[in-house]
């Protein structure tokens, strides 16, 4: 058995979901499932229509509260290896924002703790994100849905009012 790989990128740059998967099951050959998720840049949010989106976070405290994350989501499941990729900077509708892939050797837990990950990622990671609508620019607030959906794991977030 192979060591669980743990990694977490904040980039610029895109990625390649093949090319992730392929190197988060490398040398693994426990490996039976793995459950990805990719997020993308949707051209409208609260019935306005976004031309762009700006990400920005703060480099190392981002990286340590998706480590917490990805500790949790072991705690609570049997997976074998994480992938978080979280794009920052400029990005345009349609963009890949985001990747949470996770493996296991079964696929429940590969599911369960991806949907985890998202979750948390969604309301707890410390990323701020301003879109550009056609009357301007605005900040994104957290929304009372990702609260309620953290809660489902019996965690309690005070992100949206």
Not at 102 to 127: I, N, W
């Amino acid at each position: 058995m192979s060591v669980p790989v743990h990694r977490i990128t904040i980039q610029t740059d895109d990625f390649d979901l093949g090319a992730e998967v392929a190197a988060l099951r490398a040398g693994d050959t426990g490996v039976g499932a793995v459950c990805a998720f990719v997020g993308t840049v949707r051209d409208h949010s609260e019935g306005a229509a976004v031309a762009a989106l700006e990400l920005e976070h703060y480099p190392g405290m981002t990286e340590r509260a998706i480590e917490a994350m990805i500790e949790e989501a072991r705690r609570r499941f049997d997976i074998r290896g994480v992938r978080v990729i979280h794009r920052v900077g400029p990005l345009q509708p349609q963009d890949q924002i985001v990747l949470v892939a996770v493996t296991s050797a079964h696929r429940g837990q590969a599911f369960q703790a991806c949907e985890f990950l998202m979750d948390y990622l969604k309301t707890q990671a410390p990323f701020w994100k301003k879109e550009q609508t056609p009357s301007g620019a605005r900040w994104v607030d957290a929304r009372v849905s990702d609260d309620a959906a953290l809660a489902r794991w019996g965690i309690e977030a005070r992100n949206a009012g």
